[in-house]
């Protein structure tokens, strides 16, 4: 079955890096758009970024713009997000979300366009 699983979250100070990944199985990882949103404590959960199936376009949120970038390596079936310069308002779980559908030319960023998710992993940013 399908299975999405991230990994890399944990602490770090204002203005640090971090790198998730998401190692995907149990589907063609190749011919999907792959996407990371995040979900804050009391908040609804939210589009980071997403990338096409074939890796050629991104699309961010405007909060993450020039901080963050996802990409993925469709040989090892892994899709990442590398933040930069973090803040603490980027505390939040991170999941990453495979699309419904294959080959979709354009990158996708509601939550309702993705069928499968990973448990998340846990990002906090300390001021």
């Known amino acids: 079955q399908v299975q999405l699983v991230e990994s890399g979250g944990g602490l770090v100070q204002t203005g640090g890096s971090l790198r998730v990944s998401c190692a995907a199985s149990?589907?063609?990882?190749?011919?999907?758009?792959m996407a990371w949103f995040r979900q804050a404590p009391g908040k609804e959960r939210e589009f980071v970024a997403a990338i096409t199936w074939s890796g050629e376009t991104t699309y961010y949120a405007d909060s993450v713009k020039g901080r963050f970038t996802i990409s993925r390596d469709n040989a090892k079936n892994t899709v990442h997000l590398q933040m930069n310069s973090l803040k603490p308002e980027d505390t939040a779980v991170y999941y990453c979300?495979?699309?419904?559908?294959?080959?979709?030319?354009?990158?996708?960023?509601?939550?309702?366009?993705?069928?499968?998710w990973g448990q998340g992993t846990q990002v906090t940013v300390s001021s």
């Open positions: 149990g589907f063609t990882f190749s011919s999907y758009g």
């Open positions: 979300a495979a699309e419904r559908r294959r080959f979709t030319p354009v990158v996708l960023l509601t939550t309702r366009d993705y069928d499968y």
